[in-house]
């Protein structure tokens, strides 16, 4: 059974930075691909990073956060991280750490999810 545990969410000014991480368990990641989503009150759920477990490459993220975060993953440690920069308003969401074991570029294929850390960017 997949775990993935998000921590590092808080409250932080705009123009500040906060890293995510999310502990993941209970499988060989080796052919996943690992994801962050983010969900603001009212709105759908968002894409905003994703990375090949193995190699750490084919990188993607969101228009929205395209060159203010990044991803990467420590697989020695078994952990996913999102570096957020440069953060806005509305940045602010719930933040989803999510596994994809077909390992494609499909958002609908993730299939398994953390509870979500709160992101909270003041003005």
């Known amino acids: 059974q997949v775990q993935l545990v998000e921590s590092g969410g808080g409250l932080v000014q705009a123009g500040g930075s906060l890293r995510l991480s999310c502990a993941a368990s209970?499988?060989?990641?080796?052919?996943?691909?690992l994801g962050w989503f983010r969900q603001a009150p009212g709105k759908e759920r968002e894409f905003v990073a994703a990375i090949n477990w193995i190699g750490g490459d084919s990188t993607a993220y969101g228009d929205s956060v395209k060159g203010r975060f990044t991803i990467s993953r420590d697989t020695a440690k078994n952990t996913l991280y999102l570096q957020m920069n440069r953060l806005k308003p509305e940045d602010t969401a719930v933040y989803y750490c999510?596994?994809?074991?077909?390992?494609?570029?499909?958002?609908?294929?993730?299939?398994?999810w953390g509870q979500g850390t709160q992101v909270t960017v003041s003005s």
């Open positions: 999510a596994a994809n074991s077909r390992g494609t570029f499909e958002v609908r294929d993730y299939n398994y």
């Open positions: 209970g499988r060989t990641f080796s052919r996943y691909r």
